[in-house]
């Protein structure tokens, strides 16, 4: 036997023995206690980059043998990216077989939040979208379980979460669960309302909730910006003049009837939310508010104008005086 064949012979079997002691490793049990906890690989996330998560999430020490059982087998372009939900004492190689198993990959679906939805609108669609019920939803909404957010901190604490849960569009697994997606619209409503907007809240000495409360209104009484900014000003002068705010939107917040104008009964409603007989703000926002209505009604526009109307063809119209205004109504709403 020649030198050149010993030398591979040697080679080989030095190979062999390292790839039986690798599979040994890959294999060897995780001392972890037993639990469930979720890793989430990134699109575009290389193997170096896999194994260091894998470390600093804890489910291994190794991982320099999971990079080279991993370039050995030519598994590098074998992971997909997304959610898993790993038991915490998985060996290396249970991962792996779950991370290139591209059917382990959770299903997303996109959910869109119309600005200015109720919750109980928001809990409906989601039921729609066959992601978990409305009432399971809602449970989580009213209850606000351990939801860790500084700005809650402003919120009653017998209230729910209406006027949090930010209207946007969203990308969510399908096997979400609420306290999941609500999150989700936590930490938008938190990159929404930056630190400019809510140093301006301070320094005008007002409470987050009853902005949030007023942008509600603002929200389902109009459109465009700068009118939302004039209606803001309106209603804040409103406010501390102890004149009510006459909002239809809190109206058909009590009804539901899904009408522009509510009638004459309506409006003579005894209930909390009814702004034409409670002076004040209602107990609760009757939406969730976009930021635009957010920012109009932290940056209201002043004039001289005490009341409006939209008419049939959605023009606004302003008043200064409640003669003017009942003159308004008679032209273009009677």
Known sequence: MNVAVKIILGLLAVFVV???????????PNNNPFGSKKLIVDEGMGVGDIAERLKNEGFTKKD????????????????????????????????????????????????????????????EYLESKVLFSAEDFLHVANETPNFDYNFLGFKPRTVGLEGFLYPDTYVVYTDSTPEDVIIKMLDNFERKLDAEVMKEIGRQKRDLYEVLTLASIVEKEMFGYENRQIVAGIF????????????????????????????????????????????GLPPTPICNPSIEAIRAVVYPKETDYYFFLTTPNNKIIFSRNHEEHIANRIKYLD
């Open 18 to 28: 390292f790839w039986f002691g690798l599979n040994i490793m890959i294999e060897a």
């Open 64 to 123: 320099f043998i999971f990079k080279t059982y991993v370039l050995l087998r030519g598994l590098r372009a074998e992971f997909h990216p997304g959610e898993y939900q790993l038991e915490t004492n998985m060996n290396l190689k249970e991962i792996i077989t779950i991370l290139t198993d591209e059917r382990t990959v959770r299903d997303e679906v996109s959910i869109t939040i119309i600005e200015g939805w109720k919750n109980v609108e928001i809990a």
């Open 236 to 279: 804040w002068e409103r406010l501390g003049d102890n004149y009510p705010l006459q909002s239809d939107a809190t109206v058909n917040y009590i009804t539901r009837k899904g009408t522009t104008r509510p009638s004459l009964d309506d409006t003579k409603i005894e209930n909390p939310y009814n702004t034409y007989q409670v002076i």
